[in-house]
């Protein structure tokens, strides 16, 4: 029992943690207890990550550690110790909105907008490894997020306008040229 | 809001000093992917006072080849979908791993935790409000079981998808406390109980999934679901067939899911297949002898009646797409993806 007592590591008391947040480096102290969604929302907060039903039932609280979609509501805030952690609230830069937000924004994949931070940085992920999916691989990439307004035609049409404004960005066209932008 | 209850975590070095911890600390569970623990703390289901993490154990995740194939448990669902030989070489286990619950929680669950994923039941798997309004159930705080209650065992299902496959392509296991080891066969790991369904000690962490050399067997994996992702099992069959030089069946194992307490295997209808060509009369025939050995009670999605004649078509489906028939159509309609 000594041998263990003197391998103890962490307690409950809080630990402080360092990772990434929106390719920012932050320090937080952290309880055993705390998700990571509970760390984003309530100690950086960064509340555009939802709480959805705190089960894995619904995906509303996926984020991106080290590029991969995960459910910040099931992930110990304390193993995020060293990751690279985006949520929503990064994926514009420099002002300028990612063209999956723009895209959403001009096509009406958002409702009520819960669901929409998960999906937007789900897809994210996906067209990051992948840029040109077509309608099966968007619906399996996007399986895990329930939308309970049912949008789901317009999300999936948002994603596949974002794809064709990504392409056409990298040939160098003005993203506000493209027909269908802009509302 | 459901919190996370209070508890010590540990951090480990390695997986002798996880189990060190594990063996000297009172009411210990070890985490790994954690999808199905902390919903579990959170509802008040399993209130572990330490957790000991393995996420961050590179030894546990590898894969290499030898005579077969060695997993190791903490390789993730997503890492096992995307290994090219996994899905050309142990189909069935692919079939298994791709439709575990949703990329998200594939991305987070590991095949060492959907081996040990706790039973399922809809009197369990609930909050601790509601099950304290029904005075809890004899699977967790309470005495009696709701699903049958003159029942002496909890009924609680083995939800797992991962475990039938690798039933089926009779796969071991290899277990590691703080003394040593042992390898098991797979289904030696279950017994049918929903409360102690593992034969696995406290002590015990599960390190390495050992599946023979897969050359020359074919498997697949068929799985019932109400939606096409996030859902458990409420019934699935695997089933692995080593064909002869005549096209005879020299070998064959088919395991169902989700009806009872651990996988089962269908030994009936696996002997009836020995030296058989699978003909529509002979998968007719193991298919209803599979129905037979399946005795799903009300504790999941949909009625057990209706499970239990599914289990036939289930059994027939697999056993046909082993056969060589394009079954592309019926998967899709029965699990709404390509697989």
């Known amino acids: ?183 | 809001m459901m919190r996370l209850p209070r508890f010590h975590y540990y951090r480990p070095r390695d997986i002798r000093e996880a189990a060190l911890v594990l063996a000297g600390e009172e009411n210990a569970m070890v985490i790994a992917g954690g999808t199905d623990l902390l919903p579990n703390m959170k509802r008040r289901q399993q209130t572990p006072r330490t957790l000991v993490a393995l996420r961050h154990l590179d030894e546990l995740k590898r894969v290499t080849n030898g005579s077969g194939l060695v997993i190791g448990a903490g390789v993730t669902l997503t890492d096992l979908v995307q290994d090219r030989g996994i899905k050309s070489a142990y189909r069935g286990l692919w079939q298994a791993a791709a439709q575990v619950a949703t990329p998200h929680l594939r991305n987070m669950g590991t095949l060492g935790g959907n081996i040990c994923l706790d039973t399922r039941c809809n009197y369990y798997d609930q909050n601790h409000e509601w099950r304290k309004a029904i005075d809890f159930c004899m699977k967790k705080d309470g005495a009696i079981c709701w699903v049958s209650t003159g029942s002496k065992t909890c009924l609680a299902t083995s939800s797992t998808d991962t475990a039938p496959a690798l039933v089926s392509l009779g796969a071991e296991v290899e277990l590691e406390t703080a003394h040593g080891q042992r390898t098991i066969p797979l289904h030696e790991l279950y017994r049918d109980d929903g409360i102690h369904y593992l034969t696995r000690s406290n002590e015990e962490i599960l390190t390495r999934i050992i599946l023979p050399d897969g050359a020359g067997t074919r498997s697949v994996y068929w799985k019932l679901r109400r939606r096409g992702s996030f859902d458990f099992p409420v019934l699935s069959v695997a089933a692995a067939i080593r064909f002869g030089a005549g096209g005879a069946v020299d070998e064959a194992r088919i395991v169902l899911g989700a009806v009872a307490s651990q996988p089962v295997l269908c030994d009936s209808a696996s002997e009836f297949l020995n030296d058989r060509s699978l003909t529509d009369e002979v998968i007719e025939e193991a298919a209803a002898l599979c129905a037979r050995a399946a005795k799903p009670v009300k504790n999941t999605d949909f009625s057990p009646h209706w499970r239990k004649r599914a289990v036939a078509r289930l059994a027939a489906y697999a056993l046909q797409e082993l056969r060589g028939d394009d079954m592309r159509a019926t998967r899709e309609k029965i699990a709404r993806q390509a697989l």
């Open chain 1, 1 to 183: 029992m000594n041998k263990v007592t003197t391998l103890k590591r962490s307690q409950q008391q809080n630990a402080h943690i360092g990772c990434q947040v929106n390719r920012e480096p932050v320090q937080v102290s952290v309880a055993p207890g705390k998700t990571l969604l509970e760390m984003l929302r309530e100690d950086l907060q960064l509340t555009g990550t939802k709480h959805g039903c705190e089960l894995g039932e619904c995906g509303a609280c996926a984020v991106l550690v080290d590029g991969e979609p995960i459910l910040s509501c099931l992930y110990l805030a304390l193993e995020a110790e060293g990751c690279s952690i985006d949520t929503v609230e990064g994926m514009a830069l420099d002002g300028r909105l990612h063209p999956l937000q723009e895209a959403f924004a001009d096509l009406g994949g958002a409702q009520c907008g819960y669901c929409t931070p998960a999906i937007l940085l789900t897809c994210k992920a996906l067209l990051d490894k992948q840029p040109d999916p077509d309608r099966d691989q968007i619906r399996e990439a996007l399986s895990g997020n329930l939308c309970r307004c049912t949008g789901y035609q317009q999300i999936f049409e948002s994603v596949e306008e974002a794809i064709l404004r990504l392409d056409h960005s990298e040939q160098g066209t003005d993203l506000k040229s493209v027909p269908g932008s802009g509302g």
